[in-house]
């Protein structure tokens, strides 16, 4: 039963009071929300669910698995506790974890679900409870990025609690600190200011199914950059800035011909910006210097990303029904959709790119399917 045919249906609870029935939807839709995303808690009969936006906002299992497989030790403190599913999966990999958390109702809600862990709940702000914390060996922290208008927030500074201010505090408590970042935050730059600090990040980009979840920056480390796409672990990119900076690729000069592969970084590694040493490494040429495709002669087939191969090199006959990828192209989806009166699905691509330059067309048929 759908949660809003069920919300109907008051008249039948009257036994209940208004703020009971409202706690029983509450739970029947977290659990209908997050069912697949958490396993685990699904399965657990007496686990309490926050409110939407905390269901909607939280880590999911398969994330939050990857980020406890970084660390362990003695004790760990989340400072940003919200739901708790980090805290959760995390505290498997320590002896003892504190959880804090400004929002009573979710303090609530962690102490009921933790109940038989070896979490303590700290219902204070991250930078009050600093203020009289000892060490620990891993400090985590999850910045909240909306304003307090509710909108969202592109700065690391801007986020709450602000790790940039903070961050010397957590470095002297923290024998390591692991902060988890937006996708929409440009990485490079916060790497940046929180590396002021005299202290070395790896960096990990975290994907599913193709899609960036996760920014995770870890002190302590080697530095590195690991780009991974949980769904496929077997594809897993690691690099450092230098080895990208060193990098030669070469630019548009594979003449691309029917039978020739046309290649798409995998979006972790595009978003952690192997632009040039991803060529390098599978022997791929660029098309073009801001065109993030590659070509070769010959499949390599364990490439980490999406491959196709060109089928045709002129344009599709009218009416054919095909996808478009546009990539560095003077023309959006939509607008070379209508041009060449195409129509979407079937497993054809139009790919519309740059190549040494020079707007270019390709029809090519998809080889792998990365989800």
Same mark, same amino acid.
């Given at each position: 039963?759908?949660?809003?045919?069920?919300?109907?249906?008051?008249?039948?609870?009257?036994?209940?009071? !208004? !703020?009971?029935?409202?706690?029983?939807?509450?739970?029947?839709?977290?659990?209908?929300?997050?069912? /697949?995303?958490?396993?685990?808690?699904?399965?657990? /009969?007496?686990?309490?669910?926050?409110?939407?936006?905390? +269901?909607?906002? +939280?880590?999911?299992? =398969?994330?939050?698995?990857?980020?406890?497989?970084?660390?362990?030790?003695?004790?760990?403190?989340?400072?940003? %506790?919200?739901?708790?599913?980090?805290?959760?999966?995390?505290?498997?990999?320590?002896?003892?974890?504190?959880?804090?958390?400004?929002?009573?109702? =979710?303090?609530?809600?962690?102490?009921?679900?933790?109940?038989?862990?070896?979490?303590?709940?700290?219902?204070?702000?991250? /930078? /009050?409870?600093?203020?009289?914390?000892?060490?620990?060996?891993?400090?985590?922290?999850?910045?909240?990025?909306?304003?307090?208008?509710?909108?969202?927030?592109?700065?690391?500074?801007? +986020?709450?609690?602000?790790?940039?201010?903070?961050?010397?505090?957590?470095?002297?408590? %923290?024998?390591?600190?692991? &902060?988890?970042?937006?996708?929409?935050?440009?990485?490079?730059?916060?790497?940046?200011?929180?590396?002021?600090?005299?202290?070395?990040?790896?960096?990990?980009?975290?994907? &599913?199914?193709?899609?960036?979840?996760?920014?995770?920056?870890?002190?302590?480390?080697?530095?590195?950059?690991?780009? &991974?796409?949980?769904?496929? *672990?077997?594809?897993?990119?690691?690099?450092?800035?230098?080895?990208?900076?060193?990098?030669?690729?070469?630019?548009?000069? =594979?003449?691309?011909?029917? %039978?020739?592969?046309?290649?798409?970084?995998?979006?972790?590694?595009?978003?952690? %910006?192997?632009?040039?040493?991803?060529?390098?490494?599978?022997?791929?040429?660029?098309?073009?210097?801001?065109?993030?495709?590659?070509?070769?002669?010959? =499949?390599?087939?364990?490439?980490?990303?999406?491959?196709? *191969?060109?089928?045709?090199?002129?344009?599709?006959?009218?009416?054919?029904?095909?996808?478009?990828?546009?990539?560095?192209?003077?023309?959006?989806?939509?607008?070379?959709?209508?041009?060449?009166?195409?129509?979407?699905?079937?497993?054809?691509?139009?790919?519309?790119?740059?190549?040494?330059?020079?707007?270019?067309?390709?029809?090519?048929?998809?080889?792998?399917?990365?989800?």
């Amino acid at each position: 039963m759908q949660i809003v045919d069920l919300a109907l249906q008051r008249s039948k609870y009257k036994h209940l009071t !208004d !703020d009971e029935w409202r706690w029983f939807l509450q739970q029947v839709e977290g659990r209908e929300r997050t069912a /697949e995303k958490l396993p685990t808690f699904a399965a657990i /009969e007496d686990w309490w669910y926050p409110v939407r936006l905390s +269901c909607e906002q +939280c880590s999911s299992e =398969l994330t939050a698995r990857y980020k406890a497989s970084l660390v362990s030790g003695e004790t760990m403190v989340d400072l940003t %506790g919200g739901y708790g599913v980090d805290t959760y999966f995390l505290s498997e990999q320590f002896a003892h974890t504190d959880y804090v958390e400004q929002n009573a109702e =979710l303090c609530r809600i962690a102490a009921h679900n933790f109940a038989d862990k070896p979490i303590a709940i700290h219902h204070t702000s991250a /930078e /009050e409870f600093l203020a009289s914390a000892g060490e620990y060996d891993l400090i985590f922290v999850d910045p909240a990025r909306r304003d307090s208008h509710g909108g969202k927030v592109f700065r690391l500074e801007d +986020c709450t609690p602000n790790v940039v201010d903070l961050l010397p505090t957590l470095l002297a408590h %923290g024998k390591r600190v692991m &902060i988890k970042l937006s996708p929409m935050l440009d990485l490079t730059q916060a790497v940046k200011e929180l590396s002021a600090f005299s202290t070395q990040w790896s960096v990990y980009v975290v994907a &599913i199914k193709n899609e960036v979840k996760e920014l995770l920056l870890l002190s302590g480390g080697s530095g590195r950059i690991t780009a &991974i796409d949980l769904a496929k *672990k077997e594809q897993v990119f690691v690099f450092s800035k230098e080895e990208e900076q060193k990098a030669q690729s070469a630019i548009g000069h =594979l003449s691309l011909e029917i %039978g020739n592969f046309i290649y798409e970084p995998s979006a972790a590694i595009l978003k952690a %910006g192997a632009y040039k040493l991803v060529a390098e490494r599978f022997g791929l040429h660029k098309l073009d210097i801001n065109t993030h495709l590659y070509a070769s002669d010959t =499949l390599v087939p364990d490439f980490p990303g999406r491959i196709w *191969k060109i089928a045709e090199s002129q344009e599709p006959k009218a009416k054919r029904q095909a996808n478009v990828l546009v990539r560095n192209y003077p023309l959006t989806p939509e607008q070379l959709k209508k041009k060449l009166h195409l129509r979407d699905g079937g497993t054809a691509y139009v790919i519309g790119c740059r190549v040494a330059g020079k707007p270019t067309l390709f029809f090519a048929e998809r080889m792998d399917d990365i989800h």
